[in-house]
């Protein structure tokens, strides 16, 4: 079983705040990181998919950065809007098996 | 296009009976996969088929749980004798190819399955 950490698991912040949260995932046997998004009463949306050390991805005011040698991913979103309370989870790649995180729900308050 | 369809979205089932759940996933997507998922949990891996065939079942918890893909497109997720313990959103994914091809995951909307 590969352990698949996230860190916080909830999150509340103000409208128009910045913020971050982590994955953390084993450095051995690593092929990908994938980011979902989950909103309330709606399927998981994939963010980003990440393959390469040093990888960063951008999709609007939110971004991902990727270590893999120290196995971790950091979220950010910049400017947080309540559009963005959701469940992020991240999961770790492996053998074609998707090891999925606990996710950190993020509330935005107005 | 059509994206990943599960039904039913919320069944309610006596302990002991049995139930299946279906997903569709997205036209031409080879790779499919069956989570189920607990409150304040991830995400937990139950069974990934490539086409028609299971290619890692280790994720079911045991022999109550079986599932098919006969024609490698729409797949059945069946429970025997249900226990309370089973009660849980079991989410469908499908992929183009599957996760070492870069492909990201799918869902459908989820089966949210209470036993009473």
């Known amino acids: 079983i590969l352990n698949v950490e996230q860190s916080p698991q909830s999150l509340h912040v103000q409208e128009g705040d910045s913020t971050n949260f982590t994955c953390s995932f084993p450095s051995s046997n690593f092929y990908a990181l994938h980011w979902y998004r989950w909103e309330t009463a709606k399927s998981p949306e994939a963010l980003f998919v990440m393959t390469l050390n040093g990888d960063e991805k951008k999709k609007g005011r939110i971004s991902a950065t990727l270590n893999t040698k120290e196995g971790y991913s950091y979220l950010y979103i910049k400017g947080s809007q309540p559009e963005d309370s959701a469940t992020y989870l991240c999961a770790f790649i492996s053998g074609n098996q998707f090891y999925f995180g606990t996710g950190t729900s993020l509330t935005v308050i107005p | ?116």
């Open chain 2, 1 to 116: 296009g059509a994206g990943v369809s599960q039904t039913p979205s919320n069944k309610v089932t006596e302990k002991g009976k049995y139930v299946e759940l279906r997903c569709d996933p997205i036209s031409g997507h080879t790779a499919l996969y069956w989570y189920r998922q607990s409150l304040g949990q991830g995400p937990e891996f139950l069974i990934y088929f490539q086409g028609t065939g299971a290619a890692d079942d280790s994720g079911l918890p045991n022999d109550r749980f079986f599932a098919v893909r006969p024609e490698g497109s729409v797949s059945t997720l069946k429970i025997q004798r249900t226990e309370r313990g089973d009660s849980a959103v079991y989410l469908c994914a499908s992929s183009l190819y599957g996760g070492n091809n870069n492909s990201p995951l799918h869902f459908g909307n989820g089966t949210r399955l209470t036993v009473t």
